[in-house]
Protein backbone atom coordinates (compact mmCIF):
# COMPACT_ATOMS: atom_id res chain seq x y z
CA UNK A 1 0.00 0.00 0.00
CA UNK A 2 1.22 3.49 -0.70
CA UNK A 3 2.12 6.12 1.97
CA UNK A 4 2.57 9.73 2.58
CA UNK A 5 3.44 12.04 5.08
CA UNK A 6 2.62 15.44 6.40
CA UNK A 7 4.94 17.60 7.38
CA UNK A 8 3.60 20.38 9.41
CA UNK A 9 5.83 22.09 12.07
CA UNK A 10 8.68 18.68 13.39
CA UNK A 11 5.07 16.53 13.48
CA UNK A 12 5.35 13.84 10.83
CA UNK A 13 2.19 11.47 9.96
CA UNK A 14 2.23 8.63 7.78
CA UNK A 15 -1.21 7.20 6.42
CA UNK A 16 -2.15 4.64 3.55
CA UNK A 17 -3.04 6.04 0.58
CA UNK A 18 -6.75 6.13 -1.01
CA UNK A 19 -7.37 5.36 -4.50
CA UNK A 20 -9.80 7.95 -5.13
CA UNK A 21 -8.83 9.71 -7.56
CA UNK A 22 -8.23 7.59 -11.47
CA UNK A 23 -4.72 8.54 -13.48
CA UNK A 24 -6.76 11.08 -15.66
CA UNK A 25 -7.94 13.63 -12.58
CA UNK A 26 -4.69 12.86 -10.89
CA UNK A 27 -2.66 14.23 -14.16
CA UNK A 28 -5.02 17.14 -14.23
CA UNK A 29 -4.55 18.12 -10.64
CA UNK A 30 -1.27 17.53 -11.06
CA UNK A 31 -0.85 20.14 -14.11
CA UNK A 32 -3.65 22.98 -12.31
CA UNK A 33 -1.16 22.58 -9.28
CA UNK A 34 1.53 23.59 -10.73
CA UNK A 35 0.16 26.23 -12.70
CA UNK A 36 -1.64 27.77 -9.31
CA UNK A 37 1.36 27.80 -7.25
CA UNK A 38 3.99 28.68 -10.32
CA UNK A 39 1.28 32.14 -10.73
CA UNK A 40 1.40 32.31 -6.83
CA UNK A 41 4.88 32.86 -7.06
CA UNK A 42 4.94 35.28 -9.75
CA UNK A 43 2.47 37.06 -7.69
CA UNK A 44 4.61 36.82 -4.56
CA UNK A 45 7.48 37.97 -6.80
CA UNK A 46 6.03 40.89 -7.61
CA UNK A 47 4.36 42.65 -4.61
CA UNK A 48 8.00 41.80 -3.15
CA UNK A 49 9.53 43.98 -5.92
CA UNK A 50 6.37 46.86 -4.89
CA UNK A 51 7.59 46.18 -1.65
CA UNK A 52 11.27 47.53 -2.06
CA UNK A 53 10.49 50.73 -3.50
CA UNK A 54 10.75 53.99 -0.90
CA UNK A 55 6.89 54.86 -1.19
CA UNK A 56 4.45 52.95 -2.69
CA UNK A 57 3.38 53.18 -6.07
CA UNK A 58 -0.33 53.31 -5.76
CA UNK A 59 -1.41 52.01 -8.89
CA UNK A 60 1.11 49.44 -9.29
CA UNK A 61 0.95 48.46 -5.65
CA UNK A 62 -2.61 47.82 -6.34
CA UNK A 63 -2.76 45.57 -9.69
CA UNK A 64 0.14 43.72 -7.38
CA UNK A 65 -2.19 42.92 -4.30
CA UNK A 66 -5.14 42.44 -6.43
CA UNK A 67 -3.12 39.81 -8.24
CA UNK A 68 -1.37 38.27 -5.31
CA UNK A 69 -5.12 37.68 -3.58
CA UNK A 70 -6.50 36.59 -7.20
CA UNK A 71 -4.06 33.95 -7.15
CA UNK A 72 -4.39 33.11 -3.61
CA UNK A 73 -7.73 32.45 -3.93
CA UNK A 74 -7.66 29.96 -7.02
CA UNK A 75 -4.54 27.97 -5.26
CA UNK A 76 -6.89 27.95 -2.28
CA UNK A 77 -10.22 26.68 -4.33
CA UNK A 78 -7.93 24.35 -6.35
CA UNK A 79 -6.63 22.75 -3.24
CA UNK A 80 -10.02 21.80 -1.54
CA UNK A 81 -10.64 20.71 -4.55
CA UNK A 82 -7.76 18.11 -4.06
CA UNK A 83 -8.48 17.43 -0.65
CA UNK A 84 -11.94 16.65 -1.32
CA UNK A 85 -11.36 14.07 -3.91
CA UNK A 86 -9.19 12.38 -1.84
CA UNK A 87 -11.27 12.82 1.22
CA UNK A 88 -14.00 10.92 -1.01
CA UNK A 89 -12.14 7.23 -0.07
CA UNK A 90 -10.01 8.26 2.40
CA UNK A 91 -9.20 6.00 5.46
CA UNK A 92 -9.17 7.01 9.23
CA UNK A 93 -5.52 8.12 9.17
CA UNK A 94 -5.56 9.18 6.11
CA UNK A 95 -8.84 11.41 6.86
CA UNK A 96 -6.70 12.79 10.27
CA UNK A 97 -4.19 14.06 7.84
CA UNK A 98 -6.18 15.78 5.60
CA UNK A 99 -7.66 17.52 8.60
CA UNK A 100 -4.64 18.80 9.85
CA UNK A 101 -3.86 20.16 6.69
CA UNK A 102 -7.49 21.82 6.65
CA UNK A 103 -6.75 23.09 10.12
CA UNK A 104 -3.39 24.73 8.98
CA UNK A 105 -5.33 26.03 5.81
CA UNK A 106 -7.67 27.72 8.15
CA UNK A 107 -4.85 29.22 10.29
CA UNK A 108 -2.94 30.54 7.29
CA UNK A 109 -6.79 31.80 5.64
CA UNK A 110 -6.96 33.56 9.13
CA UNK A 111 -3.66 35.38 9.07
CA UNK A 112 -4.25 36.67 5.53
CA UNK A 113 -7.48 38.27 5.80
CA UNK A 114 -6.30 39.50 9.33
CA UNK A 115 -3.23 41.27 7.34
CA UNK A 116 -5.54 42.54 4.58
CA UNK A 117 -7.94 43.86 7.17
CA UNK A 118 -5.35 45.35 9.07
CA UNK A 119 -3.30 46.83 6.37
CA UNK A 120 -5.70 49.43 4.66
CA UNK A 121 -5.33 51.86 1.63
CA UNK A 122 -4.84 54.30 4.56
CA UNK A 123 -2.33 52.65 7.20
CA UNK A 124 -0.29 51.51 4.33
CA UNK A 125 0.09 55.08 3.01
CA UNK A 126 0.78 56.04 6.35
CA UNK A 127 3.25 53.64 7.78
CA UNK A 128 4.88 52.03 4.40
CA UNK A 129 7.75 50.57 5.73
CA UNK A 130 5.73 48.65 8.38
CA UNK A 131 4.03 47.40 5.73
CA UNK A 132 6.66 46.20 3.72
CA UNK A 133 7.87 44.55 7.04
CA UNK A 134 4.67 42.72 7.22
CA UNK A 135 4.22 41.74 3.90
CA UNK A 136 7.44 40.32 3.79
CA UNK A 137 6.12 37.86 6.91
CA UNK A 138 2.92 37.16 4.87
CA UNK A 139 5.01 36.60 1.64
CA UNK A 140 7.52 34.06 3.98
CA UNK A 141 4.15 32.25 5.00
CA UNK A 142 2.89 32.07 1.36
CA UNK A 143 6.30 30.23 0.35
CA UNK A 144 5.85 27.98 3.38
CA UNK A 145 2.12 26.51 2.52
CA UNK A 146 3.31 26.51 -1.01
CA UNK A 147 6.09 24.39 -0.60
CA UNK A 148 3.98 22.07 2.29
CA UNK A 149 1.64 21.39 -0.59
CA UNK A 150 4.31 20.51 -2.69
CA UNK A 151 5.51 18.45 -0.20
CA UNK A 152 1.59 16.61 0.15
CA UNK A 153 0.27 16.47 -2.67
CA UNK A 154 2.81 16.25 -5.54
CA UNK A 155 4.06 13.14 -4.32
CA UNK A 156 0.16 11.79 -3.40
CA UNK A 157 -0.94 12.95 -7.01
CA UNK A 158 2.21 11.40 -9.08
CA UNK A 159 1.42 8.05 -7.56
CA UNK A 160 -1.80 8.20 -8.01
CA UNK A 161 -0.69 9.19 -11.55
CA UNK A 162 0.88 6.29 -12.17
CA UNK A 163 -0.67 3.41 -13.68
CA UNK A 164 -2.02 0.30 -11.84
CA UNK A 165 0.40 -2.51 -11.36
CA UNK A 166 -0.18 -5.20 -13.34
Not at 36 to 54: E, S, V
Not at 136 to 145: H, I, N, Q, S
Not at 154 to 165: D, F, M, N, S, V
Request: hydrophobic letters at 45%; charged letters at 25%; proline letters at 7%.
Amino acid sequence: MYHFRVLADDDVRSAPLPRSIDRRLALDFLDRLDRAHALLADAIRIMADQTTRPAPDVAGFSTARWRLSTASRQRRKLVASIVAALRATADAPTATCLDRFESEELQSLHQSVTHIHRWTPQSIAADWPGYCQASLGVRRAMRRRLEAEQALFQPILRTLAEPPPA
